[in-house]
DNA sequence: GATGAATGAGAATTCATTCAT
DNA sequence: GATGAATGAATTCTCATTCAT
């Protein structure tokens, strides 16, 4: 098993299955895929040996993908507040900025194709903003807060997308209420 | 005249695709749905037209389900951190003893298949919920808060299933957090 | 087996069944048909034991509807020539102003599930008409002319429908060519 | 590159829906039509997208062929009575001798399956014969008068099917019949 | 007798995957 | 390695017919 060839041809294929998967779900169509990334069905196959483990990668890439954006420029050295309201902005700015990614993440998060391993390695990403939280003292565990973020974030992502008027308002309120609700 | 249609009957199905689709998502085949509900796979469509019918149906029943779990026995003359501490129990206890509804809803959620109009009806459920929480004063919209309230409970049971030994403490962290986050 | 009771119903059966088959064939459902006689699934089985029959029933009603309407006020005095001529002309009126009963005898006629024994008794309807045609020295049998005269009035109408403007010519240019391939 | 589209394929399946279609009308399932071809029933749909247009290519090439039959051998420097001949024998024969494809034939003419644009394609194969005719001084259009050829011919082969015996004579009459309608 | 819910055997079509080219 | 035709199991939905009401 050579590795195959095209790291261009890899990205093709999962970008088109972000946004595949966006749109119509988990079941959409390895065949579909294959044309918006303008490559042969069978090709797909030699890049991940089944629709499955392309979902799985997927899974990952896009956890990664927003790990990285999370944490890039992060302020080590700055206050708890400010590091806080970097990952918020970071985070919110991924899931505004790149809504086929965000709603394909959404999807892939709610399937049983994903597999438990994964999910864990999904996680582990957070592995540092938990850290990072576990310095203000609150009752609620450091992946509990972990987990709240990211689903606070969403929600807040959603609205902003519901009502674009009030998208810097509902973007302040989120963070507001999570600091609030961490620190209080 | 005839046999009238049977509402047990159509409990069945719904009961039989909540189970389903808790599990393999809206893919569950209506067939497996029958088989479980004891019933025939074309008396399916006896009582719903389509399986998208089926499944925006469904997805209205387990909104119903859980506004009505949600303000059973609300006190409504009390407090409002008491009612709101009601309602968040409420919450907590109908996604706590009812999985598979809860998953499935999860699933129905995000997925295309349930029309807006169905959205719409399904979160008219929470505008009780959301006129008690407007009473708290926050820079954040009524809405905003039913929503962050739903994926709060939500988040909040996932840990609680995860570890059930911590589960009292894991309820009562995110209710600190979503009361502290809403007044703090 | 009593008698069914109402005759008005199973006319009512016919004409729906005439209407559905003549737009969709004879695929035309039985619920379809119900429908649109006004009358639930179930009755149309007290009325006919099996589709099959209803679709020979009604392949049989048409051949005599058919058959009366051509030989009304025939004109058993005239000469060969003029009686040729009423027999043809109350054929095209029959199927000018009979689209469906005419659409739907060609799809029955097609059709497989008509019996041979059907088949027979609904040409028999025309041996009146093959006696009158033997009567012309041909070398073509009566039985054929009786088919050269249906298939050409079927053409005829077809043409009358496609171009009305023309209708009256189609109709003379028809009974000519009838005429002269008889007699000529 | 990769398998490519075998035409033999594509004429097994059309040759397996000919006969389906002549026996049981164009309700023929492609399940059936697939075992007929030894084919499997997804192969159906890589060289036809839907039934429909599977139906509508056949019915294509069923004119095409007539035509192609029909024309075959003509005697363009003949007298017209000779070419009038000519065509007559090759519209029986071809009858004649494809029973499959002329039950087919008249199964797909009747159905609602077929486009108008099919329709008009399948025509446009009776022009040269509309030439022809058009040459034949009678009051009947030359459209007509090959709508007319075709019912007749039909009809003919019909009775040479139902008496082998007097197949010969039947053929005869049949030319007989449209030579004096033509020209008489 | 009339009704229409119940049934389950098909129907057309889709799809992940394999493999000949 | 890339391609896309071939496959057949699985899917949603339809339908003639039966039978409880």
Redesign the pocket.
Known sequence: M?R???EE?RQAILAAATDAIATVGV?A???KIATAAE?????I??YFA???ELLNQLYLELKDDLGRAMLATYPAKAGLRERAHHVWDRLIEWGHTNPAKNRAMKQLSVSDKITPASRNAGNAVFEEVNNLLSEARSGTSPAFCGAILEALSEKTVDFMRREPDRADAHKAAGFAFFWKGLTG
């Open positions: 050579a195959p060839l095209s041809k079941a169509s390895t065949a490559v042969s069905e069978g090709t196959f030699t089944t629709k499955d």
